[in-house]
């Protein structure tokens, strides 16, 4: 596709620097087909010419639970005398640690352990040190109410792109891959997704057409004329050539406005909003998605209670940062990877958490003696003994079946986190990433076109048969998330590597054991030891 038909926002936002990463949150979509029917309307003189009925897709978008905030900056003075009586209370406690949990219970009683935990935070006194949890005198707190009641904004979102750009691929008559661009207008935001508790105009029921008047503020929400104006809603017209089927259809998010130090301080604002009101958590590997009969869903058993939101904000900080990966906690991988502060990220709950070290430091113990014994020795002579060490250490480094960015939850919704890129794109300049750069050419590459046809095999509902979407259904949700089954056999036994010893005409070497001076036998041809197989015969 040439420059010319791509839009100018498009284009801007792909002159970007490519070398900082781009956040996207995930957004719900709805579609729908309209005939768009031609109006009788005379033309004086020319009679009433005739015009063919037009077809639409309207496309809404609606920002998902990660994009809406519902924290309130500032507090009220009830909460700022609760804050008061927590910090005297502490400092009376003298290191108790039982006085201690008993004001941060009557804290949270009050106003909820996630704004408990926002109220004692900003109510620190000067005089209290949080490295040792030490005062140095009495408390002394001197604030002014910045509200006057525990809720006055309306929910709104929070860290929306400028605008959305709709992208649908398509099919031509030759099945070649088409783009078409639809540009939305710019975002009108922070949008209102919920009542303002201040608002003079509330909910009405509209008596006469029996519908739902929403507040100004929330109009975008169900009228798709407003959403279209705030940026939310696109109209796409089709004409008689387009005909082709909408393989897919994209909604991305430009941010054009904000440059990357002011997008990461958005990202901070944006899980520390959350933290504060419906809550914040790393996910260990395994959580339950979904209530099950033997057990529950993970936020069930995750949701903090009053003594666990105590031991997670007022404790320590879970995790301490180190260059070794091995040794790395899920809380520092999830910092790293979206720059955020270890004093944000070390109070979240399972932030201490091994899961990504597990995987990597089982690569390293099941290399010498699963991938690299195969290459060594079924793929000799083709890898090199520098070749197999950088395929250890890229493996040991990279590969991970958890990934390298622990999932979140937030609220009752989890999220999890694919770090990924324009492989086709990569190239390395030096020399020091040869090796990575071939993993990529041959390897990855090869793997992309094989997982392309996969994915146009997928299941899929849209086949306007009943019997067969039910069929298709039921095969998908019969599925698992991983492997349940395992099943091994013998590649060879002993028999077979005595026949292939003869029919190789391979000689046998006596060699001394150098412990117990016991005799070994390995399998030699033109001066190469194939360990495989004798290890096998020794066994």
Same mark, same amino acid.
């Given at each position: 596709?040439?420059?010319?038909?791509?839009?100018?926002?498009?284009?801007?936002?792909?002159?970007?620097?490519?070398?900082?990463?781009?956040?996207?949150?995930?957004?719900?979509?709805?579609?729908?087909?309209?005939?768009?029917?031609?109006?009788?309307?005379?033309?004086?003189?020319?009679?009433?010419?005739?015009?063919?009925?037009?077809?639409?897709?309207?496309?809404?978008?609606?920002?998902?639970?990660?994009?809406?905030?519902?924290?309130?900056?500032?507090?009220?003075?009830?909460?700022?005398?609760?804050?008061?009586?927590?910090? %005297?209370?502490?400092?009376?406690?003298?290191?108790?640690?039982?006085?201690?949990?008993?004001?941060?219970?009557?804290?949270?009683?009050?106003?909820?352990?996630?704004?408990?935990?926002?109220?004692?935070?900003?109510?620190?006194?000067? %005089?209290?040190?949080?490295?040792?949890?030490?005062?140095?005198?009495?408390?002394?707190?001197?604030?002014? /109410?910045?509200?006057?009641?525990?809720?006055?904004?309306?929910?709104?979102?929070?860290?929306?792109?400028?605008?959305?750009?709709?992208?649908?691929?398509?099919?031509?008559?030759?099945?070649?891959? %088409?783009?078409?661009?639809?540009?939305?207008?710019?975002?009108?935001?922070?949008?209102?997704?919920?009542?303002?508790?201040?608002?003079?105009?509330?909910?009405?029921?509209?008596?006469?057409? $029996?519908?739902?008047?929403?507040?100004?503020?929330?109009?975008?929400?169900?009228?798709?004329?407003? /959403?279209?104006?705030?940026?939310?809603?696109?109209?796409?017209?089709?004409?008689?050539?387009?005909?082709?089927?909408?393989?897919?259809?994209?909604?991305?998010?430009?941010?054009?406005?904000?440059?990357?130090?002011?997008?990461?301080?958005?990202?901070?604002?944006? #899980?520390?909003?959350?933290?504060?009101?419906? $809550?914040?958590?790393?996910?260990?590997?395994?959580?339950?998605?979904?209530?099950?009969?033997?057990?529950?869903?993970?936020?069930?058993?995750?949701?903090?209670?009053?003594?666990?939101?105590?031991?997670?904000?007022?404790?320590?900080?879970?995790?301490?940062?180190?260059?070794?990966?091995?040794?790395?906690?899920?809380?520092?991988?999830?910092?790293?990877?979206?720059?955020?502060?270890?004093?944000?990220?070390?109070?979240?709950?399972?932030?201490?958490?091994?899961?990504?070290?597990?995987?990597?430091?089982?690569?390293?113990?099941?290399?010498?003696?699963?991938?690299?014994?195969?290459?060594?020795?079924?793929?000799?002579?083709?890898?090199?003994?520098?070749?197999?060490?950088?395929?250890?250490?890229? #493996?040991?480094?990279?590969?991970?079946?958890? $990934?390298?960015?622990?999932?979140?939850?937030?609220?009752?919704?989890?999220?999890?986190?694919?770090?990924?890129?324009?492989?086709?794109?990569?190239?390395?300049?030096?020399?020091?990433?040869?090796?990575? %750069?071939?993993?990529?050419?041959?390897?990855?590459?090869?793997?992309?076109?094989?997982?392309?046809?996969?994915?146009?095999?997928?299941?899929?509902? /849209?086949?306007?048969?009943?019997?067969?979407?039910?069929?298709?259904?039921?095969?998908?949700?019969?599925?698992?998330?991983?492997?349940?089954?395992?099943?091994?056999?013998?590649?060879?036994?002993?028999?077979?590597?005595?026949?292939?010893?003869?029919?190789?005409?391979?000689?046998?070497?006596?060699?001394? $054991?150098?412990?117990?001076?016991?005799?070994?036998?390995?399998?030699?041809?033109?001066?190469?030891?194939?360990?495989?197989?004798?290890?096998?015969?020794?066994?």
């Amino acid at each position: 596709m040439s420059n010319s038909n791509i839009p100018l926002e498009v284009r801007e936002f792909n002159n970007k620097n490519d070398r900082k990463p781009v956040m996207l949150l995930p957004v719900r979509l709805e579609t729908r087909f309209v005939k768009v029917k031609h109006v009788y309307r005379p033309e004086p003189n020319e009679g009433s010419p005739f015009y063919d009925d037009k077809t639409e897709l309207w496309v809404r978008i609606y920002p998902d639970d990660i994009s809406i905030t519902t924290h309130e900056d500032g507090l009220s003075a009830p909460e700022i005398e609760a804050g008061k009586t927590y910090w %005297q209370t502490y400092f009376e406690a003298n290191g108790d640690s039982n006085l201690h949990l008993g004001a941060w219970r009557q804290l949270c009683v009050a106003h909820g352990p996630q704004r408990a935990a926002y109220v004692a935070r900003q109510t620190q006194p000067t %005089q209290f040190n949080p490295q040792d949890s030490t005062f140095s005198g009495p408390p002394v707190i001197d604030m002014q /109410a910045d509200k006057d009641g525990a809720w006055t904004q309306a929910p709104q979102t929070f860290a929306m792109p400028d605008r959305f750009v709709i992208i649908l691929h398509r099919r031509n008559t030759a099945h070649d891959l %088409q783009r078409s661009f639809h540009v939305c207008e710019p975002i009108l935001g922070p949008l209102q997704v919920g009542p303002d508790p201040l608002g003079e105009d509330g909910f009405k029921d509209d008596v006469i057409e $029996g519908e739902l008047d929403f507040p100004d503020g929330m109009k975008w929400m169900a009228d798709f004329e407003e /959403a279209e104006r705030v940026g939310m809603a696109l109209r796409i017209r089709f004409g008689p050539e387009d005909s082709q089927k909408i393989e897919n259809l994209v909604a991305l998010g430009l941010n054009l406005q904000d440059s990357a130090a002011d997008a990461l301080e958005k990202v901070k604002e944006l #899980f520390e909003n959350h933290r504060y009101t419906n $809550g914040l958590s790393i996910i260990p590997q395994g959580t339950p998605t979904n209530n099950t009969a033997e057990s529950g869903a993970g936020y069930q058993e995750d949701a903090l209670g009053i003594d666990a939101m105590f031991e997670a904000e007022r404790g320590a900080l879970r995790y301490q940062d180190t260059e070794d990966p091995l040794l790395r906690k899920d809380g520092q991988w999830l910092a790293d990877a979206l720059g955020l502060d270890r004093e944000q990220i070390g109070h979240l709950p399972h932030s201490d958490g091994t899961d990504i070290a597990e995987t990597l430091n089982m690569n390293t113990a099941l290399w010498p003696t699963t991938l690299r014994f195969y290459l060594e020795n079924m793929m000799y002579p083709s890898l090199d003994e520098d070749t197999l060490n950088q395929t250890g250490a890229f #493996f040991s480094r990279y590969v991970s079946g958890r $990934g390298h960015i622990p999932a979140i939850r937030i609220g009752d919704q989890p999220y999890g986190i694919l770090a990924t890129s324009n492989f086709k794109a990569w190239s390395y300049s030096d020399l020091q990433h040869e090796f990575h %750069q071939g993993m990529i050419i041959f390897f990855l590459k090869g793997m992309h076109s094989a997982w392309s046809n996969l994915v146009n095999n997928i299941p899929s509902l /849209a086949t306007g048969n009943v019997t067969e979407a039910d069929e298709e259904l039921l095969s998908v949700i019969g599925l698992h998330a991983s492997s349940i089954e395992f099943h091994q056999r013998f590649l060879a036994g002993e028999d077979f590597l005595e026949n292939l010893k003869s029919a190789a005409n391979v000689g046998d070497t006596a060699v001394q $054991g150098p412990e117990n001076g016991s005799s070994q036998t390995q399998l030699t041809d033109g001066g190469h030891v194939f360990p495989a197989i004798s290890s096998i015969l020794n066994t």
